[in-house]
């Protein structure tokens, strides 16, 4: 079964500061893997996709990573904001479209000044 | 350009009624899909539209129904509402059924049932 997995589950940080999440998977066969923003009581808006050639994906202080290889991917954001408070959830595509996307269980974060 | 609107924003339904989750995208997108969101559990896929007419089953498609008449509107009905629907909702749709394009997500619609 395909399953996305995502850690810290929560995190908290000081404004400024920089932070790193985690995605494993076990997503076969692999197409894209995208990560999404979530705002409390909104709708998920994708930050970036990458698929298995490539390795960095940057969206403004948003940097992904991608090992496909290890199955692994990560989310740096750079210089925190309070307006980076929000879930990011961790989005693995098979082959075959958005009826194959295994979604993570996001991870919450908090920006604190 | 309104992107995906969904209403209502919130609804209460008693175990056993039937209601409607409105959804519509204006900008002409082939496939919409909805899903529900349920704490601790990632998105699951409900039900899903790769054009006008054409509708399939996701992972969790029990208890619900859909039609799709026009490009831009995909109405998701709970025939007979359970506590075990109570969740969050979304509506999004996207230009093609390929994951390379981006899903657009409505606001969601929190449904309590009693």
């Known amino acids: 079964k395909n399953q996305v997995e995502q850690s810290p589950q929560s995190l908290i940080i000081l404004e400024g500061k920089n932070c790193t999440l985690q995605?494993?998977?076990?997503?076969?066969?692999?197409?894209?893997l995208r990560w999404y923003k979530q705002d409390t009581g909104r709708g998920p808006v994708s930050l970036t996709i990458?698929?298995?050639?490539?390795n960095t994906k940057s969206n403004g202080r948003y940097t992904a990573t991608l090992d496909a290889d290890t199955k692994q991917s990560s989310l740096h954001i750079t210089a925190s904001q309070l307006s980076d408070s929000a879930s990011y959830i961790c989005?693995?595509?098979?082959?075959?479209?958005?009826?194959?996307?295994?979604f993570g269980t996001g991870t919450k974060l908090q920006v604190i000044p | 350009n309104a992107g995906v609107t969904q209403t209502p924003k919130f609804q209460v339904l008693k175990t056993g009624q039937s209601m409607t989750l409105q959804c519509a995208q204006d900008?002409?997108?082939?496939?919409m899909s909805w899903y529900r969101q349920d704490p601790g559990m990632g998105l699951r896929l409900i039900h899903y539209?790769?054009?006008?007419?054409?509708?399939d089953q996701g992972e969790v498609p029990n208890g619900y129904n859909v039609s799709r008449s026009t490009t831009e509107d995909f109405p998701l009905r709970l025939l007979s509402a359970a506590p075990s629907q109570t969740s969050v909702y979304f509506c999004?749709?996207?230009?093609?059924?390929?994951?390379?394009?981006?899903?657009?997500f409505g606001p969601g619609t929190r449904l309590t049932v009693l």
């Open positions: 999004a749709s996207s230009y093609s059924s390929s994951s390379y394009n981006e899903q657009f």
């Open positions: 995605c494993n998977y076990t997503v076969s066969p692999f197409s894209n």
């Open positions: 990458m698929t298995f050639s490539e």
């Open positions: 989005v693995v595509s098979a082959r075959g479209g958005y009826q194959k996307v295994t």
């Open positions: 900008m002409n997108h082939e496939y």
């Open positions: 539209s790769v054009g006008a007419g054409i509708t």
